[in-house]
């Protein structure tokens, strides 16, 4: 443990924060390609990795990249791989395999502006959705909406415990700013961090020709590593518990909701979001990410003028905290809800699906700007009355 | 469904999911040998079953892993060689052999294969060359020889093909054979070979197929006296001159076994080591 970065408060990069996060989860895998502005993260990894006795490799492109990771993934190490916007579109069919496969792997996605190269050294919130629906089929995946470097930290822990207890792969949504911003970081003694390490079978190798990869009495079964001796199967293709190819109707059926049911059936375990100023709220802004930053002066700012405004702050995108949108909206108390994102309505797309009373209002951004607190402000003054 | 193998195959036995068996492949596929000698070359290896891991890609020769009984896995198309990357690095004392087709190894996935070679890592890779896309209908893949018909060259192929030895040579492979699935003893010897090669290995294996004979109105048994009686053996051959052109002899053999190039692997133990890390 003394190899790892030692409980105190430190003054550093939101990148290099999730850096140090993800080696105190247990992190041992490190596969990556160079991409503004993700790039300090592998920097950092590239140095510490061999230092903690890690594997760090740098792919010679993003796909190769991810399947290194999800390959240390397969042999039983907890692995990451981090990327911008378009490096994650590469991505997509490995993570599609991911969740077939069910292997655990975390990415972190520092958001810049899309589309296409974009602008690469600004923020984007582009990637919300291509994180849920980029690889074909049905799958679910889970995806974090960090929005300071000390959220980043703490989530990027979270994010190798979900991927390791749902056998899932997890994307961690940050952003340029929150990547390159440095900030106050405060690493809890290491005998705080909880950590969860994926299930082992119950069976012996001895008898390896019972146990299933892919048990389906179990939503998230027991996992056996290449090399562990249980001489397993796993295919991309559809396959039964024994791993093997299974193109019938009822193992599509008992395979596909599986993979979708053990994140649903657990998705208010999963998810998480903050509520601010909401007692006496009437007007809700929804925002996330470095976004919330700005928001939340402006909120400060309207409050000292009276307007009953709040702030709901999703902090997992996938699974997305709706139930609690719908509560609120219930409630009959909440008259509009704004939703403030740099895009053209990803998150505002799945607020306006929960909410059925109040209005919905989206206030779009160019990708690559924050919104400033006074533009917010002037937003707060024009729809919450 | 098939329960046991016939009693000269017992030696394998084990190491086949015979639950799986017939396999997919067609009548005349030479896949099932390779099948055959990848698991003899198991045995033979000493190394135990639980430390062989097979990854395979898409297409014919992607269903490979399927019916190995170690640790197998059958991934993405192209991916095969970073996938099993990944398990080398995280577990090196693993034996890691990548078996695909031309067009999963040498079109999707080439750019996986000269970084591989390059960076010597410590696996197999065999790549079944049978000049064509097979399972999707028969499109002309890297290997396809000039002026052979496919369903995406039908007025003859146009392109130059990959001479595969050549690329993993100047790549930096340091293990390079050729051989077609006739030549039994000399591939059984090659897979071992490659197995203890410490850096990449590569061994392109021709394999007649019922689609790329029939797109081009040969025999199929044509095709099969052809990679028997046209293959020459040759050692100490330049690489460029492993060129395969239809109709014409194909050299075979062993064409380069390096032992003084560290792989991928070693070199990072020794940088772990040097820095202190455990």
């Known amino acids: ?385 | 469904m098939i329960r046991e193998l016939p009693p000269a195959y017992k030696d394998i036995e084990p190491l086949i999911r015979i639950e799986r068996l017939p396999t997919i492949w067609c009548p005349a596929c030479g896949l099932g040998i390779i099948l055959k000698l990848y698991t003899k070359a198991i045995v033979k290896s000493g190394i135990p079953p639980e430390k062989h891991v097979i990854v395979s890609g898409i297409g014919c020769t992607g269903r490979m892993a399927g019916y190995v009984r170690v640790d197998s896995y059958h991934v993405t198309h192209g991916r095969a060689i970073p996938f099993a990357v990944g398990i080398k690095m995280a577990k090196p004392w693993l034996t890691v052999t990548v078996i695909s087709g031309d067009g999963d190894i040498a079109s999707i996935g080439g750019n996986h294969l000269i970084h591989a070679a390059r960076r010597n890592h410590d696996i197999t890779v065999i790549v079944v060359n049978n000049y064509i896309y097979g399972m999707t209908g028969g499109q002309s893949s890297p290997t396809t020889p000039s002026g052979s018909k496919t369903m995406t060259s039908p007025y003859g192929h146009i392109e130059e093909p990959f001479n595969i030895p050549y690329l993993a040579y100047a790549a930096g492979a340091s293990y390079i054979a050729r051989w077609t699935v006739f030549h039994d003893i000399q591939l059984l010897n090659s897979i071992l070979k490659a197995f203890r090669t410490k850096g990449f290995s590569v061994i392109e294996v021709l394999n007649p197929c019922t689609v790329f004979s029939y797109r081009n109105n040969i025999d199929m048994l044509e095709l099969i006296r052809y990679f028997r009686t046209r293959a020459i053996v040759k050692r100490d051959v330049k690489f460029e001159d492993l060129r395969i052109e239809f109709g014409k002899p194909i050299i075979i053999g062993e064409f380069l076994h390096r032992t003084d190039k560290p792989s991928f692997e070693e070199k990072y133990l020794e940088l772990k080591k040097k820095i202190g890390g455990g």
Request: overall charge neutral; charged content about 25%.
């Open chain 1, 1 to 385: 443990m003394s190899k790892l970065l030692k409980p105190g408060t430190y003054f550093l990069e939101g990148n290099i924060a999730c850096a140090e996060a993800a080696l105190l989860a247990g992190c041992r895998f490190y596969a990556g390609y160079p991409i503004t502005p993700s790039s300090e993260l592998m920097h950092h990894m590239a140095r510490r990795m061999p230092e903690v006795g890690g594997v760090f490799i740098q792919g010679e492109d993003e796909i190769a990249s991810i399947m290194m990771a999800l390959g240390g993934s397969a042999a039983g190490l907890k692995s990451m791989t981090a990327t911008s916007g378009p490096g994650l579109s590469l991505m997509q069919e490995s993570i599609g395999l991911a969740a077939m496969l069910e292997l655990p792997v975390v990415i972190v996605d520092i958001q810049r502006a899309g589309p296409s190269t974009g602008i690469p050294t600004l923020m984007g919130q582009g990637d919300i959705m291509q994180a849920k629906w980029g690889s074909h089929g049905d799958y679910e995946v889970v995806a974090y909406l960090p929005s300071t470097p000390q959220e980043l930290f703490d989530i990027t822990i979270e994010a190798f415990n979900t991927a390791e207890e749902y056998r899932v792969p997890v994307i961690v949504l940050a952003d340029k700013i929150i990547g390159q911003m440095y900030g106050r970081i405060k690493v809890p003694d290491h005998s705080e961090i909880k950590l969860i390490e994926r299930k082992k079978p119950a069976i012996p190798p001895e008898k390896y020709m019972e146990y299933l990869p892919y048990d389906s009495r179990e939503l998230i079964p027991p996992f056996a590593a290449a090399g562990d001796g249980y001489r397993i199967h796993m295919t991309g293709l559809m396959h039964d518990d024994r791993g093997y190819p299974n193109l019938s109707q009822e193992a599509s059926w008992k395979l596909v909701t599986r993979l979708v049911r053990k994140i649903r059936e657990n998705a208010r375990k999963i998810a998480k979001w903050g509520e601010h100023w909401i007692d006496d709220a009437e007007y809700l802004i929804v925002a996330y990410g470095s976004v919330s930053g700005p928001v939340r002066y402006a909120i400060k700012k309207a409050r000292e003028e009276g307007y009953k405004v709040g702030l709901f702050r999703p902090l997992t995108a996938w699974p997305f905290p709706g139930w609690r949108i719908k509560e609120l909206d219930n409630s009959g108390v909440i008259k509009k809800f704004i939703v403030i994102e740099v895009n053209m309505g990803q998150i505002y797309h799945v607020v306006r699906e929960y909410v059925r009373n109040a209005e919905v209002i989206h206030v779009p951004g160019a990708p690559g700007y924050l919104p400033e607190p006074q533009r917010i402000l002037s937003y707060i003054k024009k729809f919450c009355r």
